[in-house]
């Protein structure tokens, strides 16, 4: 009587797959440093407030432009406002908005370019031009159009910002669409009667989700650079909230008055966070480019 070997036990390929992205991912020690500055920054903004509790409501007229000291670490701005909580503050506007607006736009922009290109023809050709259109307009001057005559809230700067920025994800994974539509699971989908919303929602999107999520982190990241200039031109969330582009703005008429305070802080944490998500993107990128992985 022979006994058989019993077959080697072998991790799925998904998962195999999952974790040479993410040794990848990890060894761009860029993109771990973005991942450090990004989950800082998010603790800085909302858990930092119950360390450092301060009133961001009421003006105190007595305490206007302090210098870093004792009891106000970063000073305090031309209306009494501790300057370390109006950070704090202004890092949960730019943050919820940023966020919220760039994974939006890359969600709405990854099914408009996943359908163009898997309907292809006619279908294909009116919905790109309509890409193409919209993106022939500077995409800050309509924000700020838009901006001028509705009354920006943090719902709103959303929406305005995510309206504009799917068009770049739309043709990207429209050309992920057009090269998948051909595969052989695709045709063999379409021969067993599969609808195009199956196609798109199941093979389209599920094949692209590389595409997606590298381009999220862009578009968070241009977000968070819309709502700073929005806020610098003073087209902002309105006080007594706060974002680091308002703050920005305020502290650029101060400077020459030795307030130095009032802008390299801002200024400061809007580079460090747009640097982040860039470096994860690109520490994205690298994990789900095949070429890349270990064998």
Same mark, same amino acid.
């Given at each position: 009587m022979t006994v058989q070997a019993r077959p080697a036990i072998t991790l799925p390929r998904r998962r195999r797959r999952s974790s040479q992205g993410l040794e990848i991912f990890f060894e761009n020690r860029l993109a771990v440093?973005?991942?450090? =500055?990004?989950?800082?920054?998010?603790?800085?903004?909302?858990? $930092?407030?119950?360390f450092h509790p301060t009133d961001q409501v009421h003006t105190d007229l007595r305490n206007t432009y302090l210098p870093p000291g004792p009891g106000h670490p970063l000073g305090t701005d031309g209306v009494g406002y501790d300057q370390l909580g109006r950070l704090m503050l202004g890092g949960q506007t730019s943050l919820?908005?940023?966020l919220a607006a760039g994974l939006l736009a890359t969600t709405f922009g990854a099914i408009w370019g996943a359908t163009a290109g898997f309907l292809g023809g006619w279908a294909d050709a009116v919905m790109m031009r309509i890409v193409d259109s919209l993106m022939s307009i500077p995409a800050l001057f309509l924000?700020?159009?838009?901006?001028?005559i509705i009354?920006?809230?943090?719902?709103?700067?959303?929406?305005?910002?995510?309206?504009?920025?799917w068009l770049n994800p739309a043709r990207m994974v429209r050309g992920d669409s057009i090269a998948l539509r051909s595969?052989?699971?695709?045709? &063999?989908?379409? @021969?067993?009667?599969?609808?195009?919303l199956r196609a798109v929602r199941t093979h389209i999107l599920r094949n692209s989700i590389g595409t997606?999520?590298?381009?999220?982190?862009?578009?968070?990241?241009d977000a968070i650079l819309y709502v700073a200039y929005l806020s610098f031109l003073g087209l902002g969330v309105p006080p007594p909230a706060a974002n680091w582009g308002g703050m920005l703005s305020t502290g650029l008429g101060e400077i020459y008055a030795g307030h130095w305070w009032l802008i390299y802080p801002? @200024?400061? &944490?809007i580079v =460090?966070?747009?640097?982040?998500?860039?470096?994860? @993107?690109? $520490? =994205?990128?690298? &994990?789900?480019e095949v070429r890349l992985r270990k064998r």
């Open positions: 440093l973005g991942l450090a =500055l990004v989950l800082a920054l998010i603790a800085f903004s909302f858990i $930092g407030p119950f919820v908005v940023g924000f700020m159009l838009v901006a001028t009354t920006p809230t943090v719902g709103m700067l959303v929406f305005i910002i995510a309206a504009f920025a595969r052989e699971f695709i045709v &063999a989908m379409k @021969g067993m009667g599969g609808t195009p997606v999520i590298v381009n999220a982190t862009f578009q968070i990241a801002p @200024g400061l &944490a =460090l966070l747009v640097l982040a998500f860039n470096f994860v @993107g690109d $520490g =994205l990128r690298d &994990a789900f």
